[in-house]
């Protein structure tokens, strides 16, 4: 039982290599953009000023967002999916792969369930003893089933899910932010260092470097933060985007698609002024999504000013 125990202990201090490699050069370009650009070369008391503000900013934004995402931890599901003691003795006294199927069909009517595996079973987790809610997907690094769950990132050592995939979406917002107003404001001093008018060499060197990291993971933030707008617009997660999800009918890649609008509302809210923050303002409880087939059949009355029920269309 110990080395169990100690390679658990090894696994976890892995894990951490990632977020301490981005914690450090995070920390190592702060120290290089306010000691060596900032108060190093620019000469100008104004400038100086506005790119220290600006930056803290970013600085700010992007910290709080990074820590969110990094120490939120992924939801799972609520005890109603779990099976109780009786039909967990039930399922596990069936040997035929019907008759479980059966006990776990007959359960999972009294749960808001929709999708399938790809054979029409209901989904169950057989690490967790429970019936997976839709969007759910069980995680081998967390050892748990996660709500919505979008992906594992290694480099927050943390699972994107329901609870977190927000301040994931506003760390790529404010992470892209952080680079480009980097490479905005350093790029005139670096064309300077590269036709060799400055000559320090410790400020050179931070200066040169600091561009050039800044303006790699720049084109790699932009790509990954459109890719997940797009995700977010057609209201998919990655796992989704990669497999298909299943139903009773059959797959439909487009299930969960609500419209852009109420799509974007289930992660952010209603309320705007939290849109920026990374606070908690989804809509939902991750276990159940409107499905697009029940949002296009739905319509409902609404009276109008002579009294008379009109029929409105809903969202598609």
């Known amino acids: 039982m110990p080395l169990p125990a100690c390679l658990r202990g090894c696994a976890r201090l892995l894990y951490c290599i990632p977020v301490t490699i981005i914690i450090m050069v995070v920390m190592w370009s702060y120290y290089a953009y306010v000691v060596h650009f900032c108060w190093i070369l620019l000469t100008c008391a104004t400038q100086r000023v506005v790119f220290l503000c600006l930056f803290h900013m970013c600085f700010g934004m992007f910290s709080w967002s990074f820590w969110k995402t990094l120490s939120t931890p992924p939801s799972s599901p609520s005890v109603e999916f779990q099976l109780s003691s009786s039909d967990s003795l039930l399922y596990e006294q069936e040997h035929g792969g019907k008759e479980k199927s059966q006990i776990?069909?007959?359960?999972?009517?009294?749960?808001?369930?929709?999708?399938?595996?790809?054979?029409?079973?209901?989904?169950?987790?057989?690490?967790?003893?429970?019936?997976?809610?839709?969007?759910?997907?069980?995680?081998?690094?967390?050892?748990?089933?996660?709500?919505?769950?979008?992906?594992?990132?290694?480099?927050?050592n943390n699972c994107i899910g329901f609870s977190n995939y927000k301040f994931f979406m506003l760390f790529l917002l404010y992470s892209l932010l952080y680079c480009l107003l980097i490479v905005t404001t350093v790029t005139p001093t670096f064309i300077q260092l590269w036709l060799g008018k400055l000559f320090d060499s410790c400020v050179k060197l931070h200066v040169l470097f600091l561009t050039l990291v800044s303006g790699m993971f720049a084109v790699t933030l932009c790509f990954l933060l459109f890719f997940h707008i797009w995700l977010l617009t057609s209201n998919k997660t990655t796992l989704e985007w990669l497999s298909v999800p299943f139903f009773?009918?059959?797959?439909?890649?487009?299930?969960?698609?609500?419209?852009?609008?109420?799509?974007?509302?289930?992660?952010?809210?209603?309320?705007?002024?939290?849109?920026p923050l990374p606070?908690?303002?989804?809509?939902?409880?991750?276990h159940s999504f409107p499905l697009r087939w029940q949002m296009s059949s739905h319509s409902h009355s609404v009276m109008n000013g002579n009294g008379h029920y009109a029929m409105e269309g809903s969202v598609g």
């Open 104 to 156: 776990l069909l007959e359960i999972s009517q009294k749960l808001p369930v929709h999708t399938r595996t790809a054979a029409r079973a209901i989904r169950f987790c057989h690490h967790c003893q429970l019936i997976k809610p839709d969007r759910c997907h069980h995680c081998s690094v967390c050892q748990m089933c996660v709500l919505k769950m979008d992906h594992h990132c290694p480099w927050l």
């Open 248 to 275: 009773a009918d059959g797959p439909a890649s487009e299930a969960f698609d609500v419209g852009v609008q109420a799509n974007f509302l289930q992660v952010f809210g209603k309320k705007k002024s939290l849109w």
């Open 279 to 286: 606070v908690s303002s989804s809509q939902g409880d991750g």
